[in-house]
């Protein structure tokens, strides 16, 4: 296993026959995330390091996990830190750098190093992309389900479109129950929800966070990170596709993104989850500057379920947008 700390180039690991997996989501889906934040917190983690940056590295030691990629250029402020703590555990760390400034030439210079610690050809990797292809105009497909038909709910829009920065680290597996799930998903009669909410921001470190919007007869049909890491940009080479990929790169990049599915969705309003502790926060103030529909910014912590404050602050949210409907 490969793990990555979060989405990277996966053709190539894939190309060289060796399984990418999403440390986030091996880490959120584990029996007792919890757990794992206090053996981080043991081993000298203090209490205000990010709980995504403590869930991976105790999710490393866990599944006993030897190599390492760590994107240290256009993710977490700390994951360069994590690295070097993980590499005195005896982990091999792979470093993967997006350009901040979205330079295509440094961003081919990294991808070729990334293709030489892996061994293999640009052919070997062209195939992989073709395969994997298959599988993501599936999932635009799921996405348009959600958005344009209102036949998938927000929370199946964002675990399959998570789940696709390393497809489970099985794509043949991932692509079948994705099959399936579209052809049950297609015979579903429309959802009349009110209010159509897009999600901004990192995955939510909360459970049940799309069921509590959705008991307040409102739908997220846009998940922005989540259908990111999908790489929808199938019209363009790998290269161009990680160019488009907006999370690595500076503010602008996410405000068109979000502008344009503001228009195409018709969202009433957007909810912008932030992680405490995460330098991501201070990108409230530029998507509220940027943005003209409203806002609600809603924090999170540690795994748990939603807290009886912020059910009420999304209900409020939601009966605001009702009202000016």
Not at 18 to 39: A, H, M, Q, Y
Not at 110 to 132: G, H, P, Q, T, Y
Request: hydrophobic letters at 40%.
């Amino acid at each position: 296993m490969i793990g990555l700390t979060t989405t990277v180039p996966v053709e190539i690991i894939y190309a060289a026959g060796l399984k990418p997996v999403d440390l986030n989501n091996l880490f959120i889906n584990s029996e007792n995330p919890g757990e794992l934040l206090r053996t981080a917190e043991a081993d000298g983690f203090s209490h205000n390091i990010c709980a995504w940056i403590k869930g991976i590295y105790a999710t490393v030691l866990l599944h006993r996990i030897e190599n390492v990629v760590a994107v240290t250029g256009g993710d977490c402020s700390n994951t360069v830190a994590l690295a070097e703590v993980l590499e005195r555990r005896g982990v091999r760390v792979i470093p993967f750098n997006y350009p901040l400034d979205r330079d295509r030439d440094a961003l081919v210079t990294e991808m070729e190093k990334f293709r030489k610690v892996f061994s293999v050809e640009w052919s070997d990797i062209e195939a992989v992309r073709k395969r994997l292809d298959r599988i993501r105009q599936k999932l635009v497909r799921l996405d348009e389900l959600t958005y344009r038909e209102n036949r998938v709910s927000g929370f199946e829009n964002h675990l399959y479109l998570v789940s696709s920065s390393d497809f489970n680290g099985e794509p043949d597996a991932f692509e079948h129950g994705l099959e399936l799930f579209l052809a049950e998903a297609e015979k579903r009669e429309e959802s009349r929800a009110g209010i159509r909410l897009g999600y901004l921001g990192v995955p939510p470190i909360l459970n049940g966070f799309y069921e509590v919007i959705e008991s307040f007869d409102a739908r997220v049909v846009y998940n922005e990170i989540q259908r990111q890491f999908s790489l929808p940009f199938l019209d363009r080479d790998l290269v161009d596709r990680y160019l488009s990929y907006t999370y690595p790169y500076d503010i602008k990049g996410r405000v068109r993104d979000i502008e344009k599915a503001i228009q195409e969705r018709h969202l009433d309003g957007l909810i912008h989850y932030t992680q405490t502790f995460c330098h991501r926060q201070i990108y409230d103030i530029v998507l509220r500057e940027a943005l003209e529909i409203p806002i609600l910014t809603l924090e999170g912590d540690r795994p748990g379920k939603v807290d009886s404050r912020t059910a009420f602050r999304i209900e409020t949210f939601v009966e605001m947008l009702r009202d000016n409907k």
